[in-house]
């Protein structure tokens, strides 16, 4: 069985005041990675970016909601 290459992403989470988080972290694809970057949130605001190329941003709409957000 051939194994999944992990890749390397960065989250970053933008607060209502305007302070950024970052997190590093490793996935098997962007919708994993996606998935991992909203759950972890807690601002108002996530991108996920993966070779410097930004793969998307959500913001918050409820307590464990996100819509696309434009950048």
Avoid: C, N
């Avoid at 051939?2 to 919708?31: E, W």
């Avoid at 994993?32 to 959500?58: K, T």
């Amino acid at each position: 069985m051939p194994t999944r290459r992990l890749k390397s992403y960065v989250a970053i989470d933008i607060a209502p005041d305007g302070r950024a988080l970052s997190d590093t972290f490793d996935a098997p694809h962007d919708t994993a990675a996606a998935r991992r970057a909203q759950s972890a949130a807690e601002g108002v605001l996530v991108q996920l970016w993966r070779d410097a190329r930004l793969i998307g941003a959500w913001r918050r709409i409820g307590p464990r909601s996100f819509e696309p957000a434009e950048v």
